[in-house]
């Protein structure tokens, strides 16, 4: 079953990054954009690993 990540979630597990850091990462497609469910956004666990692995890839 597919966990969903908060936006407090999302920025503990990308170290701590600032809430505006994280709205121009997804500005500049460097995150996965969020599901929105009710008046709050998630951030599908599995997508947001997979798409930071593949940013991994990129960089090596």
């Given amino acids: ?3 969903y990540l908060t936006l407090t979630e999302l920025r503990a597990k990308l170290g701590n990054r600032s809430r505006s850091a ?3 990462d997804l500005a500049a497609n460097r995150l996965p954009q969020p599901i929105k469910l009710g008046a709050r956004l998630y951030w599908p666990s599995d997508v947001v690993d997979a798409h930071l692995a593949a940013l991994r890839e990129q960089a090596a």
């Fill in 1 to 3: 079953m597919t966990q």
């Fill in 22 to 24: 994280i709205y121009n």
